[in-house]
């Protein structure tokens, strides 16, 4: 085969030129023989398919080196190859690795060079230098190879004197350097021109039909060698399989043995784990109710402590209330004495005379006793005060002008007020006193109590920025009386307790109309109106800033403007303004307290 390779590859230009002659040889003896004319075409179109077929072939190999050569060269250059190597030669040192950890083995080795690989941790130019790089074999070689026969091997004898004359040159021995192993493969060989054209074709058949039989022969032996192999593969892979069975199986029954354990473990595991919190959960319960004994005791003496000082203040209270309580009876039981008594005096008085025609003038009374206090009222408080008083002035009032008896003044219904409200003497005189600090106190912060002081008594004339105001008797009749007309007599003091305290204009007008009848056409009261008008909203004035602006206004005139009286045939509308409802509140100040 080595032989028949070189001369090949040596002697290519002769091979050409015997195909050459060999077609020249073919055109002669069509021309030379009694061939027809369609035989003569016939031949022509197979030698030009021949060619075809050889010039196909020659650019298939071509194409197939060099497709390898790109395949070689990419799995050399991806570390492919060197890898696979690398780990082949790992395993034949590793003498005592088993055929079924064969596989992994080698895939192990070879992840871990392309890992190295990758990285840079091989020196790549080593591995990829010239005299490393795997080089594709020709394909004439490979060829070669795969047709390469060793003839001793089988019982084929090949006399070599047979191989003599025409035939020998037709038909070439298999170990002369001429011989074609392509005729192996049943391919027509070209053999040059000789005298005999005839013979010599006959000699080629001859040939080809020896060289067909030699082919099938070597066939024969080599399929029955092919099969002792295959069996005897077939024998020691079924041996390796039983073994590899049995590792298997004893492996399986190991791993069997290991999960049993690996089982019984886990579940003394959970057992312990569970023992374990068992043991947390009651230790906790424990502690949470150590925890709620102590929790107990302590609210126990918490309890046991407030309930005293608790008993203490009832007791503290219980006393004080039961001494105000016997204070204001014997209050009251003096009170109604002298009232009787009072009565009684008047009736007899009332029976000797005959009735009066002029109003009955109140005795002058005494001046009490002062009593002083260090409390200081708030502002709130002191406003409450003054709202009270004035609407139970308003309604004593009217009770006065129904009897027909002089009204009081508010120093003197302020003293009646506190007497009423505390009963005894000490606490009413403390508490007129407190309220009187906190008028004097607050005079220049709050416009209501400033007007309040001026009213009762309590504040200099000159209290009001631009303007005198002494004291008068009449002042305060004038300001009850539009009071009256603009709320409800018996809601003033809960509509001046709203922040802020608002009252309809249309009231307002008809108060001051009635108030100052005579002096509607004056040019101060159409001041005053038009003053008022500019601080409607909704038809709504603010109360304080109102009555402020009514009051100068009133004290403008040298002479005091007397208020009417309320007649009885208003009385009527009065109870029906009470249903209506007066004064309302507006915005989010809500009430003062």
Not at 121 to 134: E, F, G
Not at 163 to 187: K, L
Not at 356 to 362: I, M, S, T
Not at 459 to 467: K, T
Request: aromatic share 6%; charged share 40%.
């Amino acid at each position: 085969m080595l032989k028949t390779t070189i001369e090949d590859a040596g002697s290519e230009n002769d091979t050409q030129s015997q195909k050459e002659a060999f077609q020249q040889i073919r055109r002669e003896i069509a021309t030379s023989s009694d061939i027809t004319e369609q035989q003569q075409l016939q031949i022509i179109h197979d030698e030009e398919a021949e060619r075809q077929k050889e010039e196909e072939r020659r650019t298939n190999q071509e194409e197939q080196m060099e497709r390898e050569k790109e395949m070689v060269t990419e799995l050399a250059q991806s570390g492919v190859t060197f890898a696979y190597e690398t780990a082949l030669l790992a395993a034949a040192k590793k003498k005592d690795l088993r055929a079924t950890e064969l596989l992994e083995f080698v895939a192990k080795k070879i992840e871990n060079f392309g890992r190295q690989w990758n990285s840079g941790y091989i020196n790549k130019d080593r591995y990829l230098s010239p005299t490393r790089m795997p080089q594709p074999q020709q394909q004439d070689d490979s060829q070669s190879e795969a047709q390469e026969t060793n003839y001793d091997e089988y019982d084929i004898k090949i006399n070599q004197d047979e191989w003599e004359g025409d035939i020998a040159e037709a038909w070439p021995s298999p170990t002369s350097q001429s011989y074609d192993e392509g005729s192996a493969y049943g391919e027509e060989e070209e053999v040059p021109p000789t005298p005999s054209g005839i013979t010599t074709l006959q000699a080629i058949h001859r040939g080809n039909l020896d060289r067909e039989r030699v082919r099938k022969m070597q066939e024969d032996a080599g399929n029955s060698l092919d099969r002792e192999r295959l069996r005897k593969l077939q024998e020691d892979a079924e041996k390796n399989g039983k073994q590899n069975e049995e590792e298997r199986e004893a492996a399986r029954k190991e791993r069997e043995a290991l999960d049993a354990e690996k089982a019984r473990l886990a579940e003394e595991a959970a057992r312990l784990e569970a023992e374990k919190a068992r043991l947390a959960a009651m230790a906790a319960e424990l502690e949470a109710e150590k925890m709620k004994i102590e929790e107990e005791k302590r609210r126990h003496r918490a309890a046991t402590k407030i309930q005293a000082a608790h008993r203490g203040v009832l007791g503290r209270k219980r006393i004080k209330n039961m001494h105000h309580g016997a204070t204001k009876k014997q209050a009251l039981y003096r009170g109604h004495v002298a009232r009787k008594r009072v009565k009684k005096m008047k009736e007899e008085i009332e029976a000797a005379k005959p009735p009066p025609v002029a109003l009955v003038k109140k005795e002058k009374r005494k001046k009490k006793k002062v009593y002083k206090s260090k409390n200081k009222l708030p502002l709130s408080k002191v406003k409450d005060y003054i709202a009270g008083m004035y609407e139970k002035k308003v309604k004593a009032d009217m009770v006065d002008d129904k009897k027909g008896n002089e009204r009081d003044t508010l120093e003197e219904f302020c003293d009646d007020f506190f007497s009423q409200m505390f009963g005894m003497p000490a606490l009413a005189g403390k508490k007129r006193y407190e309220l009187e600090q906190g008028v004097k106190r607050f005079q220049k912060d709050d416009e209501f109590v400033r007007w309040y002081g001026t009213l009762i008594g309590w504040l200099d004339d000159d209290v009001h920025e631009g303007i005198v105001t002494p004291f008068k008797e009449e002042a305060i009749d004038a300001y009850l009386y539009v009071l009256s007309k603009v709320v409800i007599p018996d809601a003033i003091e809960e509509t001046l307790d709203d922040d802020p305290c608002l009252i309809k204009f249309v009231d307002v007008k008809s108060a001051i109309e009635k108030l100052f009848k005579k002096q509607l056409h004056d040019e101060k009261i159409k001041t005053l109106e038009a003053k008022i008008e500019e601080t409607v909203e909704e038809e709504e004035v603010e109360f304080e800033e109102t009555f402020d602006l009514i009051m100068r206004t009133w004290y403008e005139y040298e002479e005091p403007i007397i208020c009417p009286k309320l007649p009885k045939d208003e009385e009527p509308k009065a109870k029906e303004k009470e249903k209506k409802g007066g004064g309302r509140r507006r915005g989010k100040g809500g009430r003062r307290r």
